[in-house]
């Protein structure tokens, strides 16, 4: 039985002030919710002050970005040694913006998820198809791609480390969100995929988040499809009170 698990990706919102406020009133709502692990990606201009508002709490930190290697002339970059240090649980890794604005390509973040996994840092991986991919009938070509790249290479002891979020590009702060159906689909591939690379055992512990457009309002049917364990929400994590009850309906 694999424990759900909810992230909210805060993308570029919310400096250290507002940041820590959101953090305890997302703290307060979710009080006494348990057997769900939940997560937060705050700005890492935001980290600190986050992460001391959530030292001893049951909501973990994650970060939007991290670059595979430990200190250097990378200008603007964030190392795993500074997020451990800074209390970073979990890092996305090849979030869609990241791809698509920054560049970012299949190998970057293969590197960058086996720094991650070298560094006890567990990545939260992204893949997803663009509409046209979508409506071209290429989706599961696209994303069996993304997955196999980025965790090319990662050994199976570290298998349960890792979650994907299989995030419709489509679906990203648009409004709209794939049917319930449409998002299993792709997950039980992927899933099935995961065991190809790993093994079955592994592929069974290995949590794969919906994300796109995830709110209150349909995070239960999505939630009840066998092979989705959780979400990756974006603009709904930005209120306690939408994103508690995200938390809620996984529990
Ligand atoms: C995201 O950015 O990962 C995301 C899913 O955003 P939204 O929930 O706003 O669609």
């Not at 090849?94 to 960058?112: A, Y």
């Not at 409004?175 to 992927?190: D, F, K, L, N, Y």
């Amino acid at each position: 039985m694999r424990r759900p698990f909810v992230a909210g990706n805060w993308k570029m919102n919310k400096g250290p002030k507002e940041a820590a406020a959101l953090a305890g009133q997302i703290l307060s709502e979710i009080a006494g919710v348990n057997n769900v692990d939940i997560a937060i990606a705050p700005v890492a201009i935001s980290l600190a002050s986050v992460h001391l508002v959530l030292q001893n709490t049951n909501l973990k930190m994650a970060a939007q970005n991290m670059f595979y290697e430990e200190s250097g002339a990378y200008t603007g970059e964030l190392s795993p040694l500074m997020l451990n240090e800074i209390g970073c649980k979990y890092a996305i890794i090849g979030h869609s913006e990241r791809r698509q604005i920054f560049g970012e390509d299949d190998e970057l973040i293969n590197r960058k998820t086996r720094a991650a996994i070298s560094h006890g840092i567990q990545p939260i991986v992204c893949c997803g198809e663009t509409l046209e991919e979508r409506e071209s009938g290429s989706t599961n070509d696209k994303v069996a791609f993304q997955v196999k790249a980025a965790l090319s290479g990662i050994r199976m002891e570290d298998a349960s480390k890792i979650t994907v979020a299989y995030e419709p590009i489509w679906a990203i702060g648009t409004g709209r969100t794939a049917s319930p159906e449409q998002a299993q689909e792709v997950h039980a591939m992927i899933r099935n995929l995961l065991a190809e690379i790993f093994n079955s055992a592994a592929a069974d512990q290995i949590r794969i988040q919906y994300g796109g457009s995830v709110k209150p309002a349909n995070i239960e049917e999505l939630i009840a499809k066998t092979d989705i364990d959780g979400a990756l929400v974006g603009g709904a994590s930005l209120k306690a009170d939408s994103f508690a009850a995200i938390i809620k309906a996984c529990v």
